[in-house]
């Protein structure tokens, strides 16, 4: 036998044990218990408030959450110019504070009010710690998050006025 037809079997009896020792279901690692809450049934329409974000990575110290196919960043830019800008009003946080829940989510940053709805599945950290800023002025909670997101580009046309005074 030569050396050639030596590894040529070789190879044939280690692939067929790496199947049948690690391919099988048991060897998934299990969710982390608060993955749970992003158990929702897959997106159906970019925007389809269905399609809340799966999974959760917190890998490197981050916190974002595996965010449902169709819905990064890039996808969000292109769905955002689908929107129609509305006329920037003065608000209320009395009015503000209606608009506190999942289908329905409004936020004060930095004196202005977004209507951030439309956002919630895209978002990297996840519903739970956007409901955090719901109904609320969240400027804090998003500076100690990411004081560098741009507002003025990624919540253009979510921007529906300022705060009354
Ligand atoms: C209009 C409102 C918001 C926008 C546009 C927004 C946008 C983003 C973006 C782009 C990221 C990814 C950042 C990165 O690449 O590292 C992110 C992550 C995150 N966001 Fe927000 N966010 C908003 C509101 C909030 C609020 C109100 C909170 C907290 C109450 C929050 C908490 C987080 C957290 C914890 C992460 C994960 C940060 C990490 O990976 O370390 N966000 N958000």
Known sequence: MSSSESS?????????QVGSSESTASSTPPLPADAIEFKMPAPKAPGSLLSAPVGRSEFGGKKKVALAPGFSHIHWMKFMQTLTPQMPQRITMEEVKKHNKPDD???????????VTAYVPYHPGGLKELMKGAGKDATRQFNAAHSFVNLDTMMERCFIGVLAT
């Open 105 to 115: 989510m409004w936020m004060v940053i930095r004196g202005r009010v977004y209507d």
């Open 8 to 16: 040529a079997t070789d190879l044939k009896i280690s692939v067929a």
